[in-house]
């Protein structure tokens, strides 16, 4: 793949991590420009570009007649959109929103004309699909991102014996998360010494009752109950390990707009549980590669733990489900070849 590609976001989640990766190893030239840099980001492929001001045109000027980029995708909440978005034109570059609004939804005239009117670009690409089949939204393509490198991590040794471990990756510090469904759902299997539950996340809290109630609630079941462990924030590079040794990966929050750890967890055969309101409730086909809950409804959450958590034989032939899913339709080589027919389109 001879081009360079751009993108234009708040900072470098880990969720781009494999893209950058898969878009390297093909042969693009990839930039990742965002407003600030840190925390569980992986920089080994490359270092993002940080413009602490947003209205700096002329420091993006530079950088974009350097860069010379072939495409740009611009994160609909990225600070530099508006300044890059005006860069880009008088370049001539092919520019592209990125959200994660489903691919399935019809964004209304009135957003297409505020894209207009503010100078952004219509078309759009997003990593969700959307649950059910309805016609796709034509401004709209479909570009998940890939969960897994090239080569992809061999498949875990599980042998089945021991408790459960399940695994819930979801900052701490946000009721809407909802954590406390998992703990509620596995008390049992815990307690009686079948599952055991890691909790991964920042313990940042914001600044509501609720969020802060829900922190406190979250710490005090932990050092409570033996079967929950909560490490908080952990580097990137250490979740290849979790995943291998977890069996399954649940996130039943609400208003999630992709939730990406359950989809990277399935790499590693461990089994996604996502809630129907996460983005990547998408990649889940219901008792093949994983299960969906409804946070609405927590009996669902807990249905689903119980029956993973006692059915050693469907862990293990939904994790083959979601391995095959992460190689291949969420793998490097199928993300390369949609972004090949986007450069195409110019």
């Not at 890059?84 to 990125?98: C, D, E, F, M, N």
């Not at 998992?182 to 600044?207: F, N, P």
Request: glycine share 10%; with cysteine; hydrophobic share 40%.
């Amino acid at each position: 793949m001879k081009a360079t590609i751009l993108f234009v976001v708040p900072r470098f989640h880990t969720n781009l991590a494999f893209a950058v990766r898969a878009l390297t190893d093909a042969g693009a030239k990839v930039a990742v420009w965002g407003s600030s840099s840190g925390g569980a980001e992986d920089h080994s492929y490359i270092e993002p570009q940080v413009f602490r001001d947003a209205g700096d045109i002329a420091a993006l000027e530079a950088a974009w007649s350097e860069l010379k980029p072939d495409i740009a995708f611009l994160r609909n909440s990225a600070k530099l959109r508006f300044s890059a978005a005006k860069v880009g034109r008088r370049h001539g570059t092919a520019l592209w929103s990125y959200d994660l609004h489903p691919y399935h939804r019809h964004e209304p005239f009135s957003r297409r004309f505020y894209l207009w009117r503010k100078g952004l670009p219509i078309r759009r690409v997003t990593a969700t699909k959307g649950l059910g089949e309805t016609r796709p939204d034509r401004w709209a393509r479909y570009l998940p991102w890939p969960v897994v490198g090239d080569p992809p991590p061999p498949m875990p040794e599980r042998k089945g014996e021991g408790p459960v471990t399940v695994l819930c990756v979801a900052k701490l510090g946000q009721k809407r998360k909802m954590q406390h469904l998992v703990i509620d759902g596995m008390r049992a299997a815990g307690r009686a010494g079948a599952a055991r539950l890691i909790l991964i996340g920042s313990e940042r809290v914001l600044d509501t009752p609720e969020d802060r109630a829900h922190g406190e609630l979250l710490r005090a079941e932990a050092e409570a109950e033996g079967w929950i462990e909560m490490r908080g924030l952990i580097p990137f590079a250490e979740m290849p390990g979790l995943y291998a040794s977890s069996d399954i990966c649940i996130l039943p929050s609400f208003d999630e707009p992709l939730g990406f750890a359950p989809a990277e967890s399935m790499a590693y055969g461990c089994v996604p549980v996502i809630s129907t309101e996460a983005g990547s409730a998408g990649y889940i086909r219901e008792g093949e590669n994983g299960l969906l809950c409804d946070p609405n409804d927590p009996a669902t959450v807990e249905a689903a733990l119980v029956r993973l958590i006692e059915d050693a034989d469907l862990r293990r032939r939904l994790g083959q489900g979601a391995r095959e899913t992460a190689l291949g339709e969420l793998g490097p080589q199928r993300f390369v070849q949609r972004m090949q027919a986007l450069i195409n389109e110019g």
